[in-house]
């Protein structure tokens, strides 16, 4: 039942005007219990010779990126050991915390750090979950890792989440819990 | 500069208003690269007799709790060893899965499952996250865990984070991940 | 999918408003292959003081009877040989055409005309049409007649139907089409 | 003094519009009392990337033919007998009730039960109204008939009124009333 | 044909809504060749818990009076010498500057100012205008003078207009023009 | 705080459209006590297809030149001379108001009563100020004349204030104050 209705200065594509209608149609339901069926979304769009604040135009702003397709791409240039991909996907003051190791700042400290600890290490995805907050869009990626330790000996199904922290298109922050304590030889 | 408008059946107290204006807000600015400040949201309430939908008139229905809250009264329950509060809080066919162990069910099942693992534990938080989706609403809590091995030894500053499934206010779902592998004795 | 908004002055009860939230769901059907499920109303209504135009307040008006109502209820006044209660249904300059006759005015001459015709008459009703218009609503009537013939013979299942203009709630014209002359002896 | 909004997925033309705004102008004023002056009707048209209903992207649907032209098509098109034409406003199962006569379904029974009645027939015609239903759309044609009958003699100003039922376009029913039987030989 | 809508936090009374409307209407005229009464305006007011900006909810402001009002009742006391009521109408810093005379700051200063040029003078409006503007709201009092000389001798009809500066409810300048030099003796 | 959304038919440039947004923001400042940077204005435009009052599509209208441009280009046509230009901007019954003068009407009558007062005069603009009311706008342009008087002499900081009233684009009526006769030898 719920209608939203959305007022906005042009400048979105229709992959951002999908993703602001799917972003609003689940917030409300975290309040009002209405399949999303019941649910309107309505996205007036104004130039900016239709909209005024302060006796000032405004211009439209461009669309941030969907922070979900920011952490996968960097998870999938770190996998492949494309550091520098994965660079380009952080922000200055870029902070990573794993289990057992005091918090990193550089892609190549990680490489280091991960180096006795397995031969390769491979992400299979079971899902991603993105939190919208008044700061920084939160993205949790989990699922298992399979991989080989050092030894050659293969290992799969080991949980694992990642928490990420996106400020306008930028990974801030990385957080993640495993269960390789649980298992490791 | 976005304007969320949003109509509805009346029916809603302060606190759902708060929230469901908080989680626009917060939901639009995943592709709106505005501030907070720049975001208004309006809510416009209908009574049933001004409302019709297939020419019939509706009835609003009850703000859903608030996720985060439903979680944090489970897991201040648990701690305290009330159990039939804490199950109040879940859903037929809970799951809860921690490390190294298979999925339980039942709450003294946990309760025997940790015995032998630690004498006790306390949660310290360091944040709550809420994820709208077209299912579930997905509460994370993070922090850390102290308290004292079977030895009587003390521990703290165990990193934990804990996913839940909410769905109609009730817990269908817990997930566990921790570093107590890492550090226990 | 249409969403339809009506802005109005105060002054509508329950009854009124459902009849607007009908008659707008159906006439946008008229253009909008969409179900009635699909089609939502929204009534605002707004205190004078919350409206102007031409810059003054204005006063908004009761609500006109459902002109269906009226002819059902002058229908059952004329059935009932209620001529009073009958007359209170008609507006000045009312006119009445029946088959084979010339139009009549005042009631008595239908009495009067058509006492030859049958002993009684008894509607039967198959259904009620109701015609928004620029001018007056237009209300049809159709279904069967059974009564008595002069000499006594029954008779029923004779088709009619009845057209009936009104205005300011009010009935101005009464038009009516049957097959007695199909099957009178 | 109504406002009347009306939120669309685009695709409808200027006579489509046009349709909608006097039909909601005209429901409206089934129940508010006001002049057609004073109802104001604005038709906002999203794109399918504007609206979203369900977490889906909705398209818009062509507009239905105005019900009454789909009548007017076929009556005139009876009348030049060009029962192609006649036949392609009819939907499957179509019905059609003429005073005296058992329902028929297919034209030609039409034209064969007419054939002994009069030689032809010509309709003037008075007018023509539609109504909204949550059902199919109401069209009544009505006015005179003017012809010859079998022996040649003319008649004219015979009282006729048809109702139709328009659903998707297309009649379902024709149910016919007139004052033949009052006047032929 | 313009149709202005205004939401707003509520708290306001009939005659703010009033005093709202009007501006509002004659505002849209300055560019929109429309009379009067093709222009509407609806206020829709909101409850603070039903707006939220910044994620906070807000609480409206009383009116702020009619600056008109404030200036015509400035003149009025002054012109009744009550200069405790006239000083209650200025902001601090308040200036007035008059025809021929340095600027002044305190109202006793113009009494001893204006006690040498004549016994008394009394205002009859001809009118008062309003402007809105980006800063403080502009009133124009103009009309003629009339009263008496230093030796009695009565004068009327001499054109004045004075411009005032109001804001927040508190008159912050005078300026003053008048046709005073061309007639006095 | 406040949010003015306007409704018109298409049919305004840039220009207008900023016009009218500064206008209603300074309008509903007269009664909110909101800093500008708290007016958002949003302008929808509807095509003639779109709008209907009345059962009739209408067309939207030119907009209005802004009338402190008309006022402007008058005066400077008046101070250059140009005549034919100046009275390009004046309505049939143009009047104006001198101070010691009776009310002229042809530019002529201005010239010849100005030449045995001054050789020559120019204004210095403070300021203009723009009064949207139910009738024609006002504009007051107010500030120095400077200039030589007949034998020479020059003049300057001499008080002035204008007043004019203009209607559909032309100018009405001038009412002009200033303080020469304080000065004037």
Chains 1, 2, 3, 4, 5, 6 share one sequence.
């Not at 594509?13 to 917030?27: C, I, P, Q």
């Not at 009002?32 to 211009?59: C, F, L, N, S, W």
């Not at 006795?116 to 890792?145: H, N, Q, W």
């Amino acid at each position: 039942m719920p209608i939203i209705e959305v007022h906005l200065l042009e400048g979105y594509d229709d992959a951002a005007r999908t993703r602001m209608g799917e972003a609003l149609t689940d917030a409300v339901r975290l309040v009002v219990p209405a399949e999303p069926d019941a649910v309107t979304v309505m996205i007036h769009e104004r130039k900016p010779t239709q909209y005024m604040r302060g006796r000032r135009h405004r211009q439209g702003a461009a669309a941030l990126p969907d922070p979900a397709s920011v952490v996968r791409a960097y998870l999938d240039a770190m996998e492949a050991r494309d550091l520098a991909a994965a660079q380009a996907c952080l922000a200055d003051g870029f902070t990573m915390t794993f289990p057992g190791a005091a918090p990193m700042h550089r892609l190549q400290e990680l490489i280091d750090w991960a180096k006795p600890r397995y031969r390769f290490v491979r992400k299979s995805y079971e899902g991603m979950d993105t939190c919208a907050t008044p700061g920084p869009a939160i993205v949790y990626a989990r699922g298992t890792l399979s991989g080989e330790w050092p030894d050659g000996t293969p290992f799969e199904g080991i949980r694992f989440i990642d928490r990420f922290e996106v400020a306008g298109g930028l990974i801030v922050r990385q957080d993640v819990w495993n269960d390789i304590a649980e298992v490791r030889p």
